[in-house]
């Protein structure tokens, strides 16, 4: 059995059209592309500046709503963050150890403002905050952070280009 020509046409132009889709956002305007700044940890939170700043990162590439460039000069929005507010605060007790806490709830918060180069800000000091949970092993061992680190860096970072792409330009 032959297959008609305009059947045949039809369905390789359906297939060639259908892999030039690109996602034209006209809220954003001409607004593309994002230099991030180095992340201020000015919280006691060790080593969570670089892991936002990956985070933060993945998203914007992952979702790709907007380009990021490694030079202020050749971006449209300069993204600024600041860490602060970091707390560990005891959550769970050993009903046999009730001097030491078996787990402990981290906290931080991070302070956002998005400015395009001239200074005009699109958001402004605003605050995102998470928490994560950390147990310790026994009741001679020190609690890791690190897990609980990378889950606020995760989360926090999700928030961030969230509140990014959501924002009503």
Not at 144 to 155: G, I
């Amino acid at each position: 059995m032959k297959i008609p020509f305009y059947f045949a046409f039809a369905y390789i132009s359906l297939f060639l059209s259908s892999c030039i889709y690109k996602n034209n956002d006209s809220r954003l305007g001409d607004l593309r592309t994002i230099y991030i700044e180095v992340v201020q940890n000015n919280s006691l939170a060790p080593q969570i500046g670089p892991l936002l700043n990956n985070k933060i990162r993945a998203h914007i590439i992952q979702r790709s709503h907007f380009r990021l460039t490694s030079e202020i000069r050749d971006s449209d929005l300069i993204l600024r963050i600041s860490l602060k507010n970091y707390r560990q605060s005891p959550e769970i007790y050993n009903p046999q150890d009730t001097l030491l806490a078996a787990g402990f709830n981290l906290s931080i918060g991070a302070q956002i403002s998005l400015t395009n180069r001239r200074g005009k800000a699109f958001i402004e000091d605003v605050v995102l905050t998470d928490n994560a949970s950390v147990l310790r092993n026994g009741s001679f061992s020190v609690p890791s952070d690190r897990q609980a680190l990378l889950s606020l860096s995760e989360s926090l970072g999700q928030q961030i280009s969230q509140l990014i792409e959501n924002y009503r330009w």
